[in-house]
């Protein structure tokens, strides 16, 4: 069983900066793309920001310039920086992993979700 743990979230003010870290523990074999989604209160989960395993990255328009997303593959974790953070930017934001087993099955994986909350 894998388990994605999320941290960094909190409240910060418009402007500021919050680092997201999620870490993957359990029966892994290997880790292929990792990402950032989020949800806003009656909104739809949305993508934030992917990376492959390689390092090739994604991001949804309303991120770009101001997000960076990261990856340390010895320590299965992926990283979120948020920068120029907007109100519009307050949502529920969780970690997500394609991981591999010793069998060589590809299965999704979620974390539990993180709050971030811009408001002054």
């Known amino acids: 069983q894998v388990q994605l743990v999320e941290s960094g979230g909190g409240l910060v003010q418009p402007g500021g900066s919050l680092r997201l870290s999620c870490a993957a523990s359990?029966?892994?074999?290997?880790?292929?793309?990792m990402g950032w989604y989020r949800q806003a209160p009656g909104k739809e989960r949305e993508l934030v920001a992917t990376?492959?395993?390689?390092?090739?990255?994604k991001y949804a328009d309303s991120v770009k310039g101001r997000f960076t997303i990261s990856r340390d593959n010895a320590k299965n974790t992926v990283y979120l920086q948020m920068n120029s953070l907007k109100p519009d930017d307050t949502a529920v934001y969780y970690c997500?992993?394609?991981?591999?087993?010793?069998?060589?099955?590809?299965?999704?994986?979620w974390g539990q979700g993180t709050q971030v909350t811009v408001s002054s």
């Open positions: 997500n992993a394609d991981v591999s087993n010793i069998l060589k099955i590809t299965y999704p994986v």
């Open positions: 359990g029966s892994i074999f290997s880790i292929n793309a």
């Open positions: 990376i492959t395993s390689g390092g090739g990255t």
